[in-house]
């Protein structure tokens, strides 16, 4: 049995928050790493192959929307937990687009944190998206190169993106339940709110739109989930 510990890094310019960061997260049993820019993030990472990384939006050097999408161009893989300003719907919403997998808002509780950290790496174990390539009608969702493609436009997906895609796919007209998406693609109970996944689905439609694709294909059934719209 492996019991070497999950490696995190805490990217967060407020001492405080920082230490107490590595401080609780140290106590939980994983390999803890530190740094207060932005700009010394991409290093560190490269340095400590963390499966996790608490990232703050707001750094100096570099911006955790920067470190997020320089860190996804150079197919760092990992998990990526964003720190969001309290109340700044748009902070969750354009962290989620450039590939971080879930967010807490300041100020969080610490067993809220903790719980969402765990959730993640319990995750990230499950099995990835399925190799093969789902079609529909003239678009394609490609597993091996993370994109979805129209003719000869393509939209890059993270690997959750894809997983929902073949979920939704592989079950059309069907109406799936929030619990449902979210166990077979986050691969956990999820803690707390639904709004990661409703986000989620946000830029799912907007990578069909980007694609050429209707939207609307996946539509929302009020107060249960969504539903794939076969074309």
């Known amino acids: 049995m492996n019991t070497t510990p999950a490696k995190i890094l805490v990217v967060e310019d407020d001492d405080n928050i920082r230490f ?37 939006i707001m750094l100096p050097g570099l911006s955790g929307y920067d470190v997020c999408k320089q860190l996804r161009a ?5 998990l990526i937990l964003m720190l969001t300003a309290k109340g700044q719907e748009i902070d969750k ?17 610490l067993r809220e944190l903790t ?30 190169k993370f994109e979805l493609r129209r003719g000869d436009k393509s939209v890059p997906l993270s690997a959750r993106e894809v997983k929902l895609f073949q979920l939704f796919i592989s079950h059309p007209d069907e109406v799936l339940s929030r619990d449902r998406i979210l166990n077979e693609v986050w691969g956990y109970e999820y803690y ?22 209707d939207p ?15 074309g």
């Open 20 to 56: 107490g960061l590595v401080e609780l997260l140290t106590s939980e049993g994983f390999a803890v790493e530190s740094c207060a820019r932005g700009d010394l993030a991409l290093a560190a990472v490269e340095q400590h192959r963390p499966s996790l990384i608490v990232l703050d």
């Open 74 to 78: 150079r197919d760092y893989h990992g």
């Open 93 to 109: 919403v354009v962290g989620l687009d450039l590939g971080a997998d879930d967010y807490v808002t300041k100020p969080f509780g």
């Open 115 to 144: 719980a969402r950290v765990h959730a993640l790496l319990r995750r990230n174990s499950s099995p990835q998206p399925d190799d093969t390539e789902a079609a529909f009608g003239d678009c394609v969702v490609d597993p091996k």
């Open 192 to 213: 707390g709110t639904t709004r990661t996944l409703d986000q989620s689905i946000v830029q799912l439609r907007k990578k069909l739109a980007d694609a050429g694709s």
């Open 216 to 230: 609307k294909q996946i539509a929302t059934v009020h107060t249960v989930g969504y539903r794939w719209i076969q």
